[in-house]
């Protein structure tokens, strides 16, 4: 019974509809552009699909930029979308929308006017839109487009010019012979800039080198765009560099980075003889220091201390120049760290200089660390510690620190207490 009633139902609703066809026929085109780019309008509007509608046109585009055309529907059918028209003569609503689309060369692999398209109109509908023009400098490829539809992956180093009329993407870019070595690394040859491979710059004369502190990370490749220049930050810090002659982003960066060998290995290998060569630690750190260690198995460590693999063992001998970490593992035991390498300020009294701190340094015969001391006469001492296992037992009148040169600067740190210090020698 009820299936019945319903097939009823349809067959009315059916003749109304072709009742009303037959009344209006509203011939409309009808497409979606993010389906069928043609909706676009580059082609014949009458190669579009029609649709019969019945009361009136229309034609929009919605929040990503696609055009749609198809029937109006409902009262207000273009409330709160200025992008909208509707319309009621057949086929109205076929044509260019809005009436200001950009049109640009779009194509890939087009040099030059010999194999450029003729410009038509931008797929996405962007308000300001304009036109590019991309050239890869490595595979001299070129291509150009619409700026609402970017080139899926942007190399830094490659051009991309944009321009604001129809068809103004007509752009020859220049093949430049300035190369500059191109690499990103943490490690290895992009840290020592070695065995680097270059490339063509997309323009200008200008290479870059960078590191990035946090990431530990060093770029190498030329300037990204005319005006890129290293940040205050990063040239005070010298983290970055620009340079002007064909590679001359290659070597050691950042350059005062320390070298150390940096290695392990047994009796009767290059790292335990400590005849291997040394390379660049890895981590910035200023007073950052080398050091040898031998484990209980005999395995010789050798690294920068800012790897951390000493991290707070007594055992590891350090030093602080290049490469300084050499001392074989045989005959003489790396037990005392390179004479020389490792320096303290040097003084003893209560002169202003020594004080403040502003006196010359002594190279170390034992560990690495430095002292600071006032004595129960109200004298100053600063010196490398006595030997390896000399450490304060008064904390608040004497200080060791870890590093060349540590014990520099005004001792004790509490003003009142250098005040009173001069004072009673007046
Ligand atoms: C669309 O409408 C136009 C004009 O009425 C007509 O010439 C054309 O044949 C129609 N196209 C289709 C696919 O119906
Ligand atoms: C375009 O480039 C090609 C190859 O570089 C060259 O042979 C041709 O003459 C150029 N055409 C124009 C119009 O410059
Ligand atoms: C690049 O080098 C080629 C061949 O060495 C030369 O013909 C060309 O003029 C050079 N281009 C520029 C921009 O210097
Ligand atoms: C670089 O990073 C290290 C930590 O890895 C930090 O100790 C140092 O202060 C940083 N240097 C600068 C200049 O920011
Ligand atoms: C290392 O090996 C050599 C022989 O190759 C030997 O004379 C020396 O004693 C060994 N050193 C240690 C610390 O075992
Ligand atoms: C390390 O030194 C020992 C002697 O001290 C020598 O016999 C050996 O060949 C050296 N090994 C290497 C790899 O240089
Ligand atoms: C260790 O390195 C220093 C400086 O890098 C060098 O002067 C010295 O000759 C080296 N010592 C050995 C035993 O190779
Ligand atoms: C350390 O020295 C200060 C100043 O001379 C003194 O007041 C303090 O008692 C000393 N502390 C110890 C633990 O000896």
Redesign the pocket.
């Known amino acids: 019974m009820e299936t019945t009633s319903k097939a009823k139902l349809i067959l009315f609703l059916g003749v109304l509809l072709f009742s009303s066809y037959s009344t209006v026929a509203l011939q409309c085109v009808s497409c979606d552009s993010s389906k069928d780019i043609t909706c676009v309008g580059n082609g014949l509007s009458l190669s579009l699909p029609n649709v019969t509608c019945s009361t009136e046109c229309m034609v929009s585009i919605n929040s990503f930029g696609d055009t749609i055309r198809g029937c109006s529907i409902g009262e207000n059918p273009c409330e709160g979308n200025a992008l909208c028209e509707t319309c009621s003569s057949d086929i109205c609503n076929g044509g260019i929308f809005p009436d200001d689309r950009l049109k640009c060369l779009q194509c890939d692999d087009c040099y030059n006017s010999t194999s450029f398209p003729l410009p038509t109109y931008c797929q996405n509908y962007l308000d300001n839109d304009q036109c590019f023009t991309y050239f890869d400098p490595t595979s001299l490829s070129t291509s150009r487009g619409c700026v609402s539809s970017p080139p899926f992956a942007l190399c830094g180093n490659c051009l991309y010019e944009k321009c604001s009329y129809d068809g103004c993407n007509t752009l020859q870019p220049e093949i430049s012979n300035f190369t500059c070595y191109d690499c990103i690394g943490s490690d290895g040859d992009c840290i020592d800039g070695q065995n680097l491979e270059s490339t063509r710059c997309a323009h200008g004369n200008t290479c870059l080198v960078r590191y990035d502190n946090t990431s530990r990370t060093v770029y190498r490749d030329c300037v990204a765009f005319e005006n890129e220049e290293c940040s205050d930050d990063d040239l005070a810090n010298g983290f970055c560099k620009t340079c002007s002659t064909e590679n001359c982003n290659g070597g050691i960066f950042p350059e005062d980075r320390l070298l150390c060998l940096q290695c392990q290995g047994k009796n009767g290998t290059d790292c335990y003889n400590g005849t291997s060569k040394s390379s660049a630690c890895s981590r910035i750190q200023k007073f950052d220091r080398c050091y040898s260690y031998i484990d209980h198995q005999d395995i010789m460590h050798r690294g920068c201390e800012s790897d951390d693999y000493c991290e707070g063992s007594e055992s590891c001998i350090y030093c602080s120049l290049d490469g300084c970490n050499n001392i074989s593992g045989n005959g003489e035991s790396p037990s005392e760290p390179n004479v020389g390498t490792f320096s303290c300020f040097s003084c003893a009294g209560n002169d202003v200089a020594c004080l403040l701190g502003s006196v010359p340094t002594q190279p170390c015969e034992h560990g690495n660390k430095c002292l600071m001391k006032v004595n129960?006469d109200k004298s100053i001492e600063r010196r490398c510690v006595s030997s390896l296992f000399e450490t304060c037992?008064?904390k608040?009148?004497c200080e060791t620190c870890d590093g060349n040169m540590c014990n520099g600067g005004v001792f004790p740190k509490d003003g009142a207490e250098l005040f009173y210090m001069i004072k009673i020698r007046v």
Do not use: G, S
Request: aromatic share 0%; proline share 0%; no cysteine.
């Open positions: 129960a037992e008064n608040t009148t």
